[in-house]
């Protein structure tokens, strides 16, 4: 019984940890709006966080992570990418997790992204190669990304419905359909 309560009480501790946005941007010192440093949460050592290769700012802007020392985590715009005119910005973490802050960095909200919206249809899945989204609704596709596991965007485009993958290696890959009406996450396997 011992067993079973320390392995729930573990598990019911990685799953909340893994869903802690930072708690603050810094708007002082090095950080910037291209190269912000995120504060963690105190009580926990938050560089072991498996905090993803790159993340998406409002919903168009990608960073590459730069490093995590202490309570900072950094990560830095890519080249040729405008930053946002202040820190009031969305943070697209991966796995469906965003975080909201205002202009002076505080955190505001945190969403698990998981917006009820019809169903679409993604095939063939698995694929070598082609897929089709279909949504069978009056939704349009606006933004679509494609994450490796780990949390790394590997594919970005706006308005398709058709995407080509097939020099993708073989593995699955979480897709995220954003539409008018809100985001859908599908898994896809690559053969």
């Not at 002082?28 to 498996?50: A, K």
């Not at 990560?75 to 796995?95: A, C, K, L, W």
Request: net charge positive; aromatic share 8%; proline share 5%.
């Amino acid at each position: 019984m011992k067993t079973y309560l320390s392995a729930t009480l573990m598990l019911l501790c990685v799953c909340l940890h893994a869903q802690i946005c930072p708690s603050f941007i810094k708007v002082s010192g090095r950080s910037t709006t291209s190269t912000p440093i995120f504060g963690l949460p105190n009580g926990h050592n938050s560089c072991l966080e498996p905090w993803p290769d790159t993340i998406v700012i409002n919903d168009e802007i990608i960073y590459d992570f730069l490093s995590c020392n202490g309570g900072n985590l950094q990560y830095t715009i890519r080249s040729g990418q405008t930053p946002p005119d202040s820190f009031e910005m969305t943070v697209n973490f991966g796995d469906e997790f965003e975080c909201f802050y205002d202009k002076n960095g505080n955190l505001k909200t945190l969403s698990s992204k998981r917006t009820p919206v019809s169903k679409a249809l993604v095939y063939p899945n698995p694929t070598h190669g082609k897929l089709t989204i279909d949504l069978k609704s009056l939704e349009h596709v606006i933004h679509v990304a494609i994450y490796t596991l780990s949390g790394r965007l590997v594919f970005m485009a706006n308005n398709v419905k058709t995407l080509h993958i097939g020099h993708f290696r073989s593995g699955v890959y979480a897709l995220k359909i954003k539409t008018n009406s809100g985001i859908l996450n599908h898994r896809i396997v690559k053969l």
